[in-house]
């Protein structure tokens, strides 16, 4: 399977589904606020009118990262998606921003009248709820599935998108039964939701942004693999790195001494085949190769004066 190809089909199937159902739903709540004269509702409205937005940045993210290397990027694009992650966060804030400040004026601004929301707002507060409960779970999965950072970024919007919806029934329920104040109070709530949904896909796309090496599980599966390998006398050294969804992996093995260049080669190469071949992840293995007495036997090598650079 084409790992990078896969995976980007993935992506982007999703995401145009997410698109479709985020323009109907952001739509019907838009108008169901209006309509119903619900702040929490029209708040809850522009929240998925954004899913939109950080769809078309997901998508751009995961297209801009499978792209392939070329002499100027010649480990690739993968850090890209999480770039994309880190636009999408910022674009959260802003938005939550806006919507607890219209929240705050509706609560304190003197002589603001408090509406209380028609029935409809409940409606869509309830039907909201659902659909993009849905949608986190489908997007979600699919991001496992690829473990693309974009993708579950955008799950999590939708998450963060059916709280909101669930405050705005709280606040919009309890302004209809006789405390209007309870919908932009809603308002504010959802904002805080939104906040803290941008701080957790921020926080995950920072961590993948620098080199963090793999789990402990998957390390000690490498090790156990490179071991096997008939002519490994010993596995010396295994380090990885996560490059945005993608593995690094360098190895040091020693094989006895007395090997010619092409056994130990050959030794070598089995190594980086089987860790690239088990592991799909793994875009690119190095290993190196140690004769088995050099830990005992040899200094530290000298580099010669004509190879020093002044």
């Known amino acids: 399977m084409n790992f990078t190809n896969e995976s980007e089909k993935i992506a982007i199937t999703v995401s145009i589904n997410n698109i479709v159902g985020n323009l109907i739903l952001s739509f019907g709540k838009l108008a169901a606020g209006f309509f119903a004269n619900s702040a929490a509702m029209f708040s809850d409205g522009i929240h998925s009118a954004s899913d939109v937005i950080g769809t078309l940045i997901v998508m751009a993210g995961v297209k801009l990262s499978n792209r392939a290397s070329d002499d100027t990027h010649q480990y690739g694009h993968e850090r890209l998606e999480c770039v994309a992650a880190i636009i999408l966060s910022v674009i959260l804030v802003f938005i939550a921003l806006a919507i607890g400040y219209d929240g705050f004026q509706k ?7 408090l509406a209380v929301p028609g029935q409809i707002a409940l409606w869509a507060a309830v039907i909201s709820i659902i659909v993009k409960e849905a949608m986190f779970w489908y997007t979600r999965s699919a ?7 974009a993708l579950l970024a955008e799950a999590w919007h939708h998450r963060s998108d059916s709280l ?8 919009i329920l309890g302004a209809r039964m006789g405390y209007p104040i309870l919908d932009p109070v809603a308002s ?4 805080l939701m939104i906040l803290y949904a941008a701080y957790e896909i921020f926080a995950d796309a920072m961590e993948k942004m620098v080199d963090h090496s793999c789990d402990e599980e998957t390390t000690s599966a490498m090790s156990t693999l490179v071991a096997k390998v008939p002519g490994v006398v010993n596995l010396d050294r295994l380090t990885t790195r996560i490059f945005g969804n993608r593995i690094y992996v360098d190895i040091e093995i020693s094989v006895n001494d007395n090997l010619s260049l092409l056994q130990a080669h050959h030794i070598a190469e089995t190594v980086h085949t089987a860790i690239e071949t088990n592991f799909p992840k793994v875009k690119h293995c190095m290993v190196h190769v140690n004769p088995l007495s050099e830990a005992t036997c040899f200094e530290p090598p000298v580099l010669p004066s004509e190879l020093r650079f002044k």
Do not use: N, W
Not at 143 to 149: C, T
Not at 164 to 169: A, K, M
């Open 107 to 113: 609560i304190f601004s003197p002589g603001a009248t």
């Open 164 to 171: 909101s919806s669930v405050g705005s029934f709280i606040g």
């Open 188 to 191: 504010i709530l959802i904002c």
């Open 143 to 149: 991001a496992k599935k690829i473990d693309s950072g």
